[in-house]
C-alpha cells in the first residue's frame, strides 16, 4: 500500500473562486479525518469520515466548506467563495476505528492552499 | 474543552546526545491516549509514539521515551542518541477516549534542530 495520497499538492487562487483537494486513503481504513495547519501551527480538525458517513464537523467548518466520502473511499474538501483567510496546508489523514480507542491516524503529504 | 500546549517553539541538540521535548495537556477525562508526531521539513507527518492513559508504564520505541506524569498533565518526550535525521517539527496530540471519534488535539509545535 503506499500510503494516504492528497491531490493536488499545491493549489493557487484567487479570492472568491472555488476549490476541490482530494484524499485516497489507506484502502483498508474505515476513518478519514481532515485537518487544517497553518504555518508554525499545529493542525486543527476540520470533520471526520466513519465509511461514507460524516460524523463530526469542527466549528472551523463554515458554510462555504463542504467534505463527501462518497461509498466510503476517497474524499473531497470543496472551498467555496476562498478567502485569504483559508490559505493554509489541508491535512487528510486515514486510520482503522478501534474498539479501544487510540487509533493511529496516518497522515497525507497535504494541499497547500494560497489564495492570493 | 482539551487543550495541549508545547512551551519550546523551537530546540536544538548536537548530534548523538539527548534531548527532551515539554508537552502538557488539560482533560477533566479519565480514559485518553496521548501521542509525538514527527514532521519533517517538507514531509507528511508520522507516529513517533503513543500512550495510554490507563497504563503507568511509560511507552518507549527504540531511541524515542516518554515520561508519562498523568497527575500533573504532562507528557514529554526523550530523543537519545540524536540524528541528523531527527530534525523535524514534533507535536504533542490528546485523543479523548469517551466519544471514541478518534479526533487529534494537536499542540503548537516545537521545532528540533540536530546540529552536526
Known amino acids: 500500500d503506499t500510503g494516504v495520497s492528497q491531490d493536488p499538492r499545491h493549489k493557487i487562487t484567487k479570492r472568491g473562486q472555488n476549490v476541490t483537494f482530494r484524499c485516497d486513503p489507506i484502502s483498508e481504513h474505515n476513518r478519514l479525518y481532515w485537518y487544517r495547519q497553518t504555518l508554525g501551527q499545529g493542525p486543527e480538525f476540520l470533520t471526520y469520515?466513519?465509511?461514507?458517513?460524516?460524523?463530526?464537523k469542527s466549528r472551523l467548518l463554515s458554510d462555504r466548506f463542504s467534505a463527501e466520502r462518497p461509498k466510503g473511499s476517497f474524499s473531497t474538501l470543496e472551498i467555496q467563495r476562498t478567502e485569504q483567510g483559508d490559505s493554509a496546508m489541508y491535512l487528510c489523514a486515514s486510520s482503522w476505528s478501534l474498539t479501544s480507542g487510540g487509533n493511529e491516524q496516518y497522515f497525507g503529504p497535504g494541499t497547500r492552499l494560497t489564495v492570493t | 474543552a482539551q487543550t495541549v500546549t508545547q512551551s519550546q517553539p523551537e530546540m536544538s541538540v548536537q548530534e548523538a546526545e539527548t534531548v527532551t521535548l515539554s508537552c502538557t495537556y488539560d482533560t477533566s477525562e479519565n480514559n485518553y491516549y496521548l501521542f509525538w508526531y514527527k514532521q519533517p521539513p517538507s514531509r507528511q507527518m508520522i507516529l513517533v509514539i503513543r500512550q495510554e492513559a490507563y497504563k503507568q508504564q511509560n511507552a518507549t520505541e527504540n531511541r524515542f521515551s516518554v515520561n508519562f506524569q498523568k497527575a500533573a498533565k504532562s507528557f514529554s518526550l526523550k530523543i537519545s542518541d540524536s540524528q541528523l535525521g531527527d530534525t523535524a517539527m514534533y507535536f504533542c496530540a490528546f485523543m479523548t477516549g469517551s466519544s471514541n471519534t478518534g479526533k487529534l488535539i494537536f499542540g503548537q509545535g516545537t521545532t528540533l534542530q540536530v546540529k552536526p
Open positions: 469520515f466513519q465509511n461514507e458517513a460524516q460524523l463530526e
